[in-house]
């Protein structure tokens, strides 16, 4: 499992080593910045502007992961945090941590890490469409972050700019949930979570947008 935190000086990737869910909040353990201490990290922090997200976890693949009451973590190491040997275990796996600049939909880990990252783009916006060549991207504004999709091999779209933005009012629905499935050598992305085919897509009237290959990537916005 590996995170993007976002911190007041920027951001940075990491590694995930547990999750521990409390009442109100949860948190993250990830290494700080310089990689040298192991730290918690809130999922969310209230500022003046509102609800700000601070663990964004793209990759949610997990070996030798456990649930253990309400916390989740590697095996070996809930229970264990505060042990020498355990930090530098920490240590070697966050040295294998390698990070792309875009990731591609090939498989159901991709979508899930692209729908974690996201939060499955609920209250994203279309914010720019435009075309490189024979290459369509679509810029969606998310959660304090921006999503970059980029369609290569017969891109096809419904959508527009706006669309999903709040303030336009009834004129584009709203963005609750994203769905992605392959199909006679397609990757199509849609709004509704029970799309899984093309067949689905056309008869629940889906946004959608498809092409042979789709990669994505994103940036953390400032929200205070």
Same mark, same amino acid.
């Given at each position: 499992?590996?995170?993007? $935190?976002?911190?007041?000086? @920027?951001?940075? +990737?990491?590694? *995930?080593?547990? =999750? &521990?869910?409390?009442?109100?909040?949860?948190?993250?353990?990830?290494?700080?910045?310089?990689?040298?201490?192991?730290?918690?990290?809130?999922?969310?922090?209230?500022?003046?502007?509102?609800?700000?997200?601070?663990?964004?976890?793209?990759?949610?693949?997990?070996?030798?992961?456990?649930?253990?009451?309400?916390?989740?973590?590697?095996?070996?190491?809930?229970?264990?945090?505060?042990?020498?040997?355990?930090?530098?275990?920490?240590?070697?796996?966050?040295?294998?941590?390698?990070?792309?600049?875009?990731?591609?939909?090939?498989?159901?880990?991709?979508?899930?890490?692209? $729908?974690?990252?996201?939060? @499955?783009?609920? +209250?994203?916006? *279309?914010?720019? =469409? &435009?075309?490189?060549?024979?290459?369509?991207?679509?810029?969606?504004?998310?959660?304090?972050?921006?999503?970059?999709?980029?369609?290569?091999?017969?891109?096809?779209?419904?959508?527009?700019?706006?669309?999903?933005?709040?303030?336009?009012?009834?004129?584009?629905?709203?963005?609750?949930?994203?769905?992605?499935?392959?199909?006679?050598?397609?990757?199509?992305?849609?709004?509704?979570?029970?799309?899984?085919?093309?067949?689905?897509?056309?008869?629940?009237?889906?946004?959608?947008?498809?092409?042979?290959?789709?990669?994505?990537?994103?940036?953390?916005?400032?929200?205070?």
């Amino acid at each position: 499992m590996i995170a993007r $935190i976002r911190t007041k000086d @920027g951001c940075y +990737d990491s590694a *995930v080593f547990a =999750i &521990y869910d409390h009442k109100n909040y949860a948190e993250a353990l990830v290494f700080d910045r310089e990689g040298i201490a192991l730290k918690r990290e809130r999922f969310t922090s209230h500022t003046h502007h509102g609800i700000r997200i601070n663990v964004f976890i793209f990759d949610t693949r997990t070996e030798n992961w456990i649930k253990k009451g309400k916390n989740e973590g590697y095996d070996w190491l809930l229970g264990h945090e505060g042990d020498a040997e355990i930090l530098e275990r920490c240590k070697e796996i966050q040295a294998h941590v390698c990070v792309p600049e875009w990731f591609e939909l090939k498989n159901k880990d991709d979508v899930e890490g692209l $729908i974690s990252a996201t939060m @499955g783009l609920h +209250d994203a916006y *279309v914010k720019k =469409i &435009y075309k490189r060549g024979e290459k369509l991207y679509l810029r969606f504004a998310a959660w304090s972050c921006e999503v970059l999709f980029e369609l290569t091999g017969s891109p096809e779209t419904n959508l527009c700019e706006g669309y999903g933005h709040m303030s336009i009012g009834d004129e584009y629905p709203l963005i609750f949930e994203t769905s992605v499935f392959f199909e006679d050598g397609k990757v199509c992305w849609t709004d509704y979570e029970d799309a899984h085919s093309f067949a689905d897509r056309d008869t629940y009237e889906c946004a959608y947008f498809l092409a042979e290959k789709i990669r994505w990537k994103f940036t953390l916005t400032a929200t205070d």
